[in-house]
């Protein structure tokens, strides 16, 4: 055959075959078009007009169904968007599990309910069972909740798709209502699917700035409808919203996103195990159980990437006075190094400062009160 590209002799917008079924390859015509453009994908505008790349080619492949067609959502999509969301925003292996995320138990129980057994057994869950199709998670930044997006997906078996709002807006300028039809149309094809929208209070902000653009404002509106239709249908589709400034969101935001779950800052036992977690993977984990409780009494009010910064700062402390002795980095017994200690931490302390602010809480706990899921 002449066509082996994993869709059996179909090929996406292409006729590969003649009249007598030798192979005929795209042929670009001199204005640019291509030839043997059959009607199956409409035909982009533009750039896209182009015969496809071997690589987009490739990645429209793997999202035909069984009947070698292009799913019926992709067909009017441009190619090229297709592809950037296959290559760059989709995920085939979010390699985050649950045991890597320390704390957040309450979190961790009320999204495998909400949100994975749902996705793994939509058999159950449907009717006064259906599970709500948008989840928020906030909080302050570096807390986890990006780590838990790709954990939902991890043990869900789901394709992740990871996008920042703020990208849609400032990258995509012009364009960020077809990227998000490309997005929600590519998630539908990888079912069960979890769609990650960092940020997304800059998409669904209420503010209506004075210079708010006509193009933000179809970008939101694009954003609702194709929220709106699979929130109707029974697509195996989760979107998964984080933001930090939550109160930035509109009552039609927060209508679609019903399960608000609140991602506060870690505990001190969470802080001990960030610690020890990070240290033991290079066994440099000598402290004793006083010292970490020390440290973990010095970092109150530290996210988990702050603890996590601390921790690098920290195990550089024995490199740094190796060094300060005066022994050559090249000749430096890794052996000989001394562990990390309580005087490591306490100098990376005054360079790693916790990076929210006791006001800042106050913020979150009061909208979680308002508007966050209790359980
Ligand atoms: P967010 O999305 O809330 O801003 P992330 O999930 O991106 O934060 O976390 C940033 C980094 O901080 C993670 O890659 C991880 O190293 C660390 N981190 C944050 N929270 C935790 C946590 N609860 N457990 C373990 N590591 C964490």
Known sequence: SGNNRGCGNRSFGYTRRGIRGSFVPPIRSKEGGVGNVT????????????????????????????????????????????????????????????????????????VTEMVIWPLLRPDIFKGCRSPG???LLFGPPGTGKTMIGKAIAGEAKATFFYISASSLTSKWIGEGEKLVRALFGVASCRQPAVIF??????????????????????LKTQFLIEMEGFDSGSDQVLLI?????????????????????YIPLPSS????????????????FKLSEEDTNTICKLTEGYSGSDMKNLVKDASMGPLREALRQGVEITKLNKEEMRPVTLQDFESALQEVRP??????????????????SLS
């Open 241 to 261: 919203g984080a933001t930090n400034r939550p109160q930035e969101l509109d009552e039609a935001a927060r209508r679609r996103l019903t399960k608000r779950l």
């Open 269 to 284: 036992d969470a802080r001990a195990w960030i610690i020890r977690n990070l240290l033991q993977k290079d066994g440099l």
């Open 133 to 135: 199709r948008g989840l």
């Open 355 to 372: 990076s929210v602010s006791l006001n800042e809480l106050g913020i979150y706990e009061d909208w979680n009160k308002q508007f966050g």
């Open 39 to 110: 009607s199956r994908i409409a035909r982009p505008a533009g750039k896209g007009n182009d015969a496809l790349d071997d690589s987009t080619q490739r990645c429209l492949d793997m999202l035909c169904g069984p009947d070698g067609e292009l799913p019926e959502k992709l067909r009017n999509l441009e190619p090229r968007l297709i592809e950037h969301i296959s290559n760059e925003i989709m995920d085939q292996d979010p390699n985050v599990r649950w045991e890597d995320i320390a704390g957040l138990d309450h979190a961790k129980t009320c």
């Open 197 to 218: 929208v960092d940020e997304i209070d800059s998409l669904l902000s209420q503010r209506k700035s004075e210079g708010e653009h006509e193009s933000s404002r179809r």
